[in-house]
């Protein structure tokens, strides 16, 4: 009788899934969450505070006139200021569950 033993070094795998499931759910230039993962969380809200005592808030900025920004001053100086606001807004932390969430148009 024989025991063959075959391992595997998976954590380069679970190092890219994890990696790739972040890319899925963030956008690329603010780090924040993209659209479908804002819905999922806010789906999740909305479940949670219907079943239970839990109570949420939403608070939706819009930025007026953002194209006069690429416009006139490029869009490098745009995606600085995007990339500005997701920091501030990480740090300032408005949160849906356990995560923060917004996005961005």
């Known amino acids: 009788m024989g025991l063959v033993l075959v391992l595997h070094d998976t954590s380069e795998l679970r190092g890219l899934t994890r990696q790739m499931t972040y890319q899925a759910s963030h956008d690329a230039l603010t780090g924040l969450v993209n659209r479908r993962e804002f819905e999922r969380r806010l789906q999740e809200a909305l479940d ?7 109570a949420h808030a939403l608070c939706y900025l819009d930025l007026d006139r953002f194209k006069v920004v690429n416009d006139t001053c490029g869009h490098t100086a745009g995606d600085n200021m995007l990339r500005r606001g997701g920091l501030d807004h990480q740090r300032g932390g408005a949160r849906f569950g356990h995560g923060r969430a917004a996005r961005r148009r």
């Not at 949670?48 to 839990?54: N, V």
């Open 48 to 54: 949670s505070a219907q079943t239970g005592d839990t």
